[in-house]
């Protein structure tokens, strides 16, 4: 499986930007899905997943209530909407797919079966 992230950008704070983690190779239907984040000089950070059915999806507070993970498998792709962006929410952001189903507490230095290429969220204030 090879998944391409894109949709990032430069936003003002309180703006939005929908991700996508689009996957090619094969069907993603029966992978859990992830996103992570890296800023500078921090450590990657489990922000959102979802359950290879979308029955489930898990968060970090900080994102809770502002972000929106979905799937749409027939397209094969995963969707990470973030409203109400904050400076802090300024980084790569990774997507990443597991048969396994991590949950909130998703360990971002798992070896996860597959990762794709990160894209740059960049939130001013």
């Known amino acids: 499986v090879q998944l391409q992230a894109s949709g990032g950008g430069s936003v003002q704070a309180g703006g939005s930007l929908r991700l996508s983690c689009a996957a090619s190779?094969?069907?993603?239907?029966?992978?859990?899905m992830y996103w992570f984040r890296q800023s500078p000089g921090k450590e990657r950070e489990f922000v959102a997943s979802?359950?290879?059915?979308?029955?489930?999806?898990y968060y970090t507070d900080s994102v809770k209530g502002r972000f929106t993970i979905s799937r749409d498998n027939a397209k094969n792709t995963v969707y990470l909407q973030m409203n109400t962006l904050k400076p802090e929410d300024t980084a790569v952001y990774f997507c990443?797919?597991?048969?396994?189903?991590?949950?909130?507490?998703?360990?971002?230095?798992?070896?996860?079966?597959?990762w794709g290429q990160g894209t740059q969220v960049t939130v001013s204030s």
């Open positions: 979802i359950k290879w059915n979308g029955d489930n999806t």
């Open positions: 190779g094969r069907s993603i239907g029966s992978y859990a």
């Open positions: 990443a797919a597991d048969t396994i189903t991590w949950g909130g507490d998703a360990p971002p230095t798992y070896e996860y079966e597959y």
